[in-house]
């Protein structure tokens, strides 16, 4: 039996919106759903199919916990990455050399990080 109904409401993450903001009531109605269903599982199948599931989505949220905190250092070492970059790009002047037959300006090369 599946406890978390699939739909394909506006907040969902498979919506083409890629909405992912819930708000309070939506929250709720989910988390009332899921209240009814784990208590009809456990009415039926008994207590310990239900503290299983309880057991298995707490491990899910603990995974899903540490994916997005990998998530956050990436992203804080990419804007770390971007801001150096940054930087780099706008201490770079222009080079002006002076010649007899033309007078040229031009940029420092600007290497690409490995």
């Known amino acids: 039996m599946e406890l978390i109904p699939e739909d ?18 939506s929250i709720e109605d989910k988390s009332f759903r899921f209240e009814r269903a784990l208590d009809k599982e456990c009415h039926i199948y008994g207590w310990g199919r239900g503290l299983r599931k309880a057991t298995q989505l707490y ?5 899903l916990e540490n994916d997005l905190k990998k998530k956050e250092n990436e992203i ?39």
């Open 59 to 63: 491990k899910e949220n603990i995974i």
């Open 8 to 25: 394909n409401s506006p907040n969902s993450p498979n919506s083409p919106e890629k909405n992912y903001i819930i708000d309070d009531k």
């Open 76 to 114: 804080r070492l990419h804007k770390q990455k971007i801001e150096h970059l940054r930087m780099l790009l706008e201490t770079k002047t222009p080079k002006i050399r002076n010649s007899s037959l033309l007078d040229e300006i031009s940029t420092p090369d600007i290497l690409t990080p490995k």
